[in-house]
C-alpha cells in the first residue's frame, strides 16, 4: 500500500519538506516526518527529525533519542484510539485522514506526554499526507485488507485516499492556532510533498520496467503490456500535477493581494449573493437547488485561469440555473437579478490579474510582477510550454516572496524531468515492440523504419497507443 522509495531519496525529500516550513514560518522550530507504511499494519516510523538553531541559519538533522515511533516504528494496534488508554495525535491524523493542532497544550486532550508528564507545553501541528487509492493501485486487488478501530469499523472505506505519511511541526508557544496561515502552509506543502513521493515512485517504476524489457527481450511485447502500462498511462498524471502546482501559487498570489488590500475575497462576496437565491426555489426544487449549491461551493474552491474558470461556470453555474428558472416559472425581475448575480461572478474570476488589485503589492518590480501575473494565470498547453520553464526561471527570484516558492520551483522541475523521462520511456518501448514483433520477417522491419523516420525528422506513429489509454 506505502509508496515504495529508496531510503536516501525519501530522507531528502522529507528534509526539503521542513526546510521549505522552517523558510516559510519563522515562528516553528521543529519537524519530524513519519511514514506510514503498509495495511494492515499501517506501523508509524520516524524518517527523519530536523531542529533549526535561534539564528535560523543551521538545523540539527536526527530522530529523537527516545520516542516510540523511532525504527521500528508503532503499529495501528497500539497507537489507534482505545479506552483506558491516552489518546494520540497520531491516531486521529492516520484514522480520520484530518490535521491535529495543538495550540492550548495545557487541555489538550491528544497530548500522550501531557497525560504522563507534567508541565510539558508543546505547541504543534500534525498533517497527514495523502495520496489517492487510485494512484497507488489499491483498487486493483481483491486482497487489500483495511484496519479496524477500537470499535470494528473499518477506516478508510469511504475515502479516495489512504495516509502515507504524517508532518509534525512545533511552533514557539502561543503562535499557532487551527486553520490559521501557517496551518493553510503546512497542507498545501502536505500536498506537495504527496506529489513529490510520487513522482519517485513512477520513476522507480519505470526503471524497473526498463530493466525487466533488457532481461527478457523475447517477451517484450508482454513485459511492456504488464509492466509498464501503469508507469506510463501515470505519465498523464504529470500535466495534471504542474497545473495543480501552478493553481497553488495562483491561490498564494491571491492571499497576499487580499491581504495587502485588506479586503474580502470579492469572488466569495459574489458567490455568497448568487446563493441567497436558492432559498427562493430551495422547497419545490430541492434536488437542483442542492446541485446549484454544491456547484456554487465547488466554484469558490477552484483554482483556474480566468478563461476555464468562465467556462465551468457557464457549463456547471450559468446552464443549470437556464434549467432551474425555466421550470420554476420565474418571472423577468428574478431571472434578471439572477444574472446580474452571475455577472458579478464574472467580473471577479481573474482579480487576481487585475492592476486595481496587484498595485497593492508595492514590494515586487512591475516588470517582475507584470511577467508573474501572466504567466500563474497563462492556460498552459504542455509539459512542453516555455511558460514551465519561465515560471520555474522566475521562482528563483526572491522579490516574488510566495509561500512555498521554493517547494514548487522544485515540485515543477522534477514534474517536467520526469514527463522527458517518461517521453524517452515510451519512445524506448516502441522501439522495441517494432523489433521483437517483426524479428521473424525476411523485410526491412518495421523498428528500424520508425528508426529511419526519426532520423528523418517524421513523426512515428506509436505502436503503444493500442494498450496504453489517453
Not at 13 to 37: D, H, Q, S, W
Not at 269 to 288: G, Q, W
Not at 351 to 368: I, Q
Request: proline share 4%; glycine share 6%.
Amino acid at each position: 500500500m506505502s509508496i515504495e522509495i529508496e531510503e536516501s531519496f525519501l530522507k531528502k525529500a522529507c528534509k526539503e519538506m521542513i526546510e521549505t516550513i522552517f523558510l516559510c514560518l519563522p515562528n516553528a522550530y521543529k519537524g519530524t516526518i513519519y511514514r506510514v507504511g503498509d495495511l494492515p499494519e499501517l506501523r508509524v516510523e520516524g524518517i527523519t527529525s530536523g531542529v533549526i538553531d535561534d539564528y535560523r541559519e543551521r538545523i540539527e538533522w536526527g530522530l529523537a533519542g527516545a520516542s516510540d515511533y523511532n525504527p521500528p516504528g508503532k503499529p495501528w494496534s497500539l497507537y489507534r484510539d482505545e479506552p483506558d488508554r491516552p489518546l494520540e495525535a497520531m491516531g486521529w491524523c492516520v484514522e480520520r485522514q484530518k490535521s491535529w493542532t495543538s495550540e492550548d497544550p495545557e487541555n489538550d486532550s491528544r497530548s500522550v506526554r501531557l497525560q504522563l508528564e507534567s508541565g510539558v507545553n508543546e505547541f504543534q501541528h500534525m498533517e497527514p499526507v495523502l495520496v489517492r487509492k487510485a494512484d497507488l493501485n489499491l483498487d486493483m486487488y481483491s486482497s487489500v485488507i483495511y484496519p479496524k478501530n477500537h470499535s470494528g469499523h473499518v477506516i478508510w472505506s469511504d475515502s479516495d485516499y489512504v495516509v502515507v505519511a504524517v508532518v509534525k511541526i512545533y511552533f514557539r508557544p502561543y503562535t499557532i492556532r487551527m486553520n490559521s496561515h501557517e496551518t493553510r502552509v503546512i497542507k498545501r506543502l502536505s500536498r506537495s510533498l504527496g506529489t513529490e513521493l510520487l513522482s519517485y515512485q513512477l520513476r522507480q517504476d519505470s526503471m524497473k520496467a526498463m530493466q525487466d524489457i533488457s532481461r527478457d527481450r523475447l517477451n517484450a511485447c508482454n513485459i511492456i503490456a504488464d509492466s509498464l502500462r501503469n508507469a506510463i498511462t501515470k505519465s498523464g498524471m504529470i500535466f495534471t500535477l504542474a497545473k495543480k502546482e501552478i493553481a497553488y501559487l495562483r491561490e498564494q498570489w491571491e492571499l497576499m493581494i487580499l491581504e495587502a488590500c485588506g479586503m474580502e475575497n470579492p469572488r466569495k462576496k459574489a458567490i455568497e449573493k448568487l446563493d441567497r437565491f436558492l432559498s427562493e426555489f430551495s422547497i419545490k426544487y430541492e434536488d437542483e437547488t442542492r446541485e446549484l449549491h454544491l456547484a456554487h461551493e465547488r466554484l469558490m474552491e477552484l483554482s483556474l485561469p480566468p478563461a476555464q474558470y468562465e467556462k465551468w461556470l457557464r457549463m456547471q453555474v450559468e446552464e443549470k440555473w437556464d434549467e432551474l428558472l425555466g421550470i420554476s416559472g420565474a418571472d423577468d425581475d428574478l431571472r434578471g437579478r439572477v444574472k446580474n448575480a452571475i455577472d458579478d461572478v464574472k467580473n471577479t474570476l481573474g482579480f487576481g490579474c487585475s492592476p486595481e488589485f496587484t498595485n497593492s503589492l508595492r514590494n515586487m518590480a512591475e516588470g517582475l510582477k507584470e511577467k508573474w501575473v501572466s504567466l500563474i494565470y497563462k492556460e498552459i498547453e504542455g509539459m512542453k510550454d516555455p511558460a514551465i520553464d519561465q515560471l520555474v526561471s522566475i521562482l528563483e527570484n526572491p522579490e516574488v516572496n510566495i509561500p512555498g516558492q521554493e517547494k514548487s520551483r522544485k515540485a515543477l522541475l522534477q514534474l517536467k524531468a520526469l514527463a522527458e523521462t517518461m517521453g524517452q520511456l515510451e519512445r524506448n518501448t516502441n522501439f522495441l515492440i517494432n523489433q521483437v514483433l517483426m524479428a521473424n520477417t525476411g523485410k526491412e522491419s518495421r523498428g528500424s523504419q520508425y528508426v529511419n523516420r526519426e532520423k528523418k525528422g517524421h513523426k512515428s506513429v506509436s505502436v503503444t497507443e493500442s494498450f496504453i489509454p489517453v
